[in-house]
T-cell receptor, first 115, second 113 residues
């Protein structure tokens, strides 16, 4: 069975601080995909990134960066110089090698960025 | 841009009522999904469909059924609503393929009293 754990249920930071959201996953599959989604107050989940299990390169996109470490089964997400607009619930998710794209989600981390 | 539209943002129903949640996507996606979101539990898959008239159970199908008569529409049905089905329901769609991200609707917050 697959499992995704986001141990931080809530994080509160002050604007311009850096913040890292942790994600640890469990799977028996050798091929799998990892995702991060953002859910702003409007409710609609927005896709941020996907990674396949063979690509351990870290990725940076503007203020966002992702650190994938197979050795520790982690896929952490860092926001640099956080902004109030980053306030949202962030979900990490795992999909095995199925074209149906069934995702197993973590419990989510609520990030509050205060001005 | 992909648009996934859920017919209601908020619904209040009574215990025992039959409830229909509707979802429509406009990008000709093969896959459609229904999740429910509860605090601390993240999103849990109820049902998904990979083609018209096809459906597969997710992790928590009990008390729910689905219907997909047309490719663009995926309905979630609560045959006899119960208070423990009070939740946020999210519909999503994706194209077929391992790398295809899910596109979500805004959600329907259902309260069963």
């Amino acid at each position: 069975a697959q499992k995704v754990t986001q141990a931080q249920t809530e994080i509160s930071v002050v604007e311009k601080e850096d913040v890292t959201l942790d994600c640890v996953y469990e799977t028996r599959d050798t091929t799998y995909y990892l995702f991060w989604y953002k859910q702003p107050p409007s409710g609609e989940l927005v896709f941020l990134i996907r990674r396949n299990s063979f690509d351990e390169q870290n990725e940076i996109s503007g203020r966002y960066s992702w650190n994938f470490q197979k050795s520790t089964s982690s896929f952490n997400f860092t926001i640099t110089a956080s902004q109030v607009v980053d306030s949202a619930v962030y979900f990490c998710a795992l999909s095995n090698n199925n074209a149906g794209n069934m995702l197993t989600f973590g419990g989510g981390t609520r990030l509050m960025v205060k001005p | 841009d992909v648009k996934v539209t859920q017919s209601s943002r908020y619904l209040v129903k009574r215990t025992g009522e039959k409830v229909f949640l509707e979802c429509v996507q406009d990008m000709d996606h093969e896959n459609m999904f229904w999740y429910r979101q509860d605090p601390g539990l993240g999103l849990r898959l109820i049902y998904f469909s990979y083609d018209v008239k096809m459906k597969e159970k997710g992790d928590i199908p009990e008390g729910y059924s689905v219907s997909r008569e047309k490719k663009e529409r995926f309905s979630l049905i609560l045959e006899s609503a119960s208070t423990n089905q009070t939740s946020m329901y999210l519909c999503a769609s994706s194209s077929w393929g391992h790398n295809s991200p899910l596109h979500f609707g805004n959600g329907t917050r259902l309260t069963v009293t």
